[in-house]
């Protein structure tokens, strides 16, 4: 992924393009804020999307 900025409609930047649309580490790359990962169902829908990194979770790590 680019690494470059995603903005919302005003220009205001909201995330970073930075997750990988097909990641090698499978299904345990994605996992949701309480620790879980997706059914292999709703990953195989999630595996074909771009993802970026919303910027309060970039600029927090």
Known sequence: MSGGPVLDSYGKLV???GKSKYPLGG???FKWADGSVPSQAVFRHMEALSWAIPIDIFRSG
């Open 27 to 29: 299904i345990d790359v």
């Open 15 to 17: 995330g970073i393009n």
